[in-house]
């Protein structure tokens, strides 16, 4: 029996799909990948050159101090055809964050390249922070979380939490971060084989429409 989407946020309840979606309504076996934090040189590349030999795409939520810091390979994601989603400029925690600068932070890496998908870093945002960005972006939310940047998860587990918990349509976080590189490098490429194996295919977050127009 499959278990239950543990990992999906409590607030996706309460939200209009026209801003803010936690995972995919479909009918076809396809999985929507994503990543967080990066690029950064240590991992991200390595989790391109995964994602290139099986021919996947995701979307990446970039920091933009990340990308100021390492535009070859921001660009290289870009070039790869990846979907890019905008995760702050300093990675900000939203309940930590008074509403007027959270919001121009975000606009900082706004700055940096343009998308009209956010993910609130750590899942955390305020009402007012959710009213002033509502109209910009589509805010991306997830119905797995794999726990990767969690040093109580051993690499096993995380390819477990993301394999248990998948299904058609869900939303994937996985980490091209540091303290997510053992994890991640171990869990991904099996978590991929395991679902291609299966016929699923693996979509980048481009077809939702830009709240902008």
Not at 137 to 151: A, E, G, K, N, P
Request: hydrophobic share 35%; with cysteine.
């Amino acid at each position: 029996m499959r278990k239950k989407h543990i990992n999906r946020p409590f607030i996706c309840r309460f939200f209009s799909r026209d801003h803010l979606i936690c995972e995919v309504p479909t009918t076809e076996n396809e999985i929507f990948l994503t990543f967080d934090d990066g690029p950064v040189p240590e991992i991200t590349p390595a989790i391109l050159d995964i994602l290139k030999e099986r021919e996947v795409k995701a979307t990446f939520f970039c920091v933009g101090d990340n990308v100021a810091a390492n535009p070859d390979l921001f660009e290289r994601l870009r070039e790869e055809g990846h979907a890019i989603g905008n995760h702050t400029y300093h990675h900000l925690h939203g309940w930590k964050s008074p509403p007027g600068a959270y919001v121009e932070d975000v606009t900082r890496c706004e700055s940096l390249f343009q998308t009209h998908l956010f993910r609130p870093p750590y899942g955390k945002f305020t009402p007012s922070q959710y009213l002033l960005l509502k109209n910009k972006y589509l805010f991306v939310m997830w119905s797995v979380l794999t726990r990767d940047y969690s040093r109580r998860v051993k690499p096993e587990h995380c390819l477990e939490i993301a394999i248990q918990n998948s299904r058609p349509g869900s939303i994937v976080v996985f980490h091209d971060s540091i303290k997510a590189a053992e994890n991640v490098l171990y869990a991904l490429p099996r978590f991929l084989d395991h679902f291609l194996d299966k016929g699923y295919r693996f979509r980048a977050l481009t077809s939702f429409p830009d709240p902008r127009n």
